[in-house]
């Protein structure tokens, strides 16, 4: 069963704390993405990969940090940099470069909150 | 230059009737338009999508229409259902780009 897997579903943690939100691929995309939810704003690209260790930060990447070091997973964690840290967390992934579809495959989500 | 607006924020149709969705971009450079579908607690989905060469696209009751010149692209629902209810967005990229840019996204209610 091919497919994107986020886990938690909810997430909850108290203010300092960092935690990591896990990403799972088994659609053999090079490209994956990890963007932020909240409402009435749409959807904020946070940070993504093209390729194994290599990685760039998107639009809102501040208090974030993100590692590739599979093709299968791309982590993220929120530091306690960051400063309004709860939302809907997604991760999507691409074929990428080596293809000429620009489809993204979104997973199911994390709800974190910190309070 | 890299945004994507999209309106109207919300929406409520009768069951039966047309939805219709907009959004507006300012980048030339954008050639790939899609649409995502998305229910509550759920990962957003691809609905449909288009490139600039063509003036619309229609998969079922779906329709992406496209204005070149206007720079806008919309979306249109025929025969709008209850089970259509969702939160749509538009999205943007550029070739070689690898990114979507995003609209606001519109929430859709269709009433039975």
């Known amino acids: 069963d091919g497919g994107i897997t986020q886990s938690p579903k909810y997430l909850f943690r108290k203010e300092g704390q960092n935690v990591t939100l896990s990403c799972e691929q088994n659609?053999?995309?090079?490209?994956m993405y990890w963007y932020r939810q909240d409402p009435g704003q749409g959807l904020r690209l946070i940070y993504y990969?093209?390729?194994?260790?290599?990685?760039q930060k998107g639009d809102i990447a501040e208090g974030y940090s993100v590692s590739r070091e599979k093709k299968e997973s791309f982590p993220l964690t929120v530091t306690s940099a960051q400063k309004n840290p709860t939302a809907f967390y997604l991760c999507a992934s691409s074929i990428g470069m080596a293809g000429t579809s620009y489809e993204q495959y979104f997973g199911p989500g994390t709800r974190l909150t910190v309070t | 230059q890299q945004q994507v607006k999209q309106s109207p924020q919300s929406l409520i149709v009768q069951k039966g009737g047309i939805s219709i969705i907009n959004c507006a971009y300012e980048n030339t450079a954008f050639d790939y338009f899609p649409w995502y579908q998305q229910f509550p607690g759920k990962g957003p989905a691809l609905l449909i999508a288009i490139r600039p060469d063509v003036s619309e696209k229609k998969e079922g009751r779906f329709t992406i229409s496209f204005n070149k010149s206007a720079k806008q692209f919309s979306l249109h629902i025929m025969d709008s259902q209850p089970g259509d209810s969702a939160t749509y967005f538009c999205?943007?990229?550029?070739?070689?780009?690898?990114?979507?840019?995003f609209g606001q996204g519109t929430r859709l209610t269709i009433n039975p």
């Open positions: 999205a943007a990229s550029m070739r070689g780009a690898q990114k979507l840019v």
């Open positions: 990969s093209q390729i194994v260790n290599d990685f």
């Open positions: 659609l053999n995309h090079d490209a």
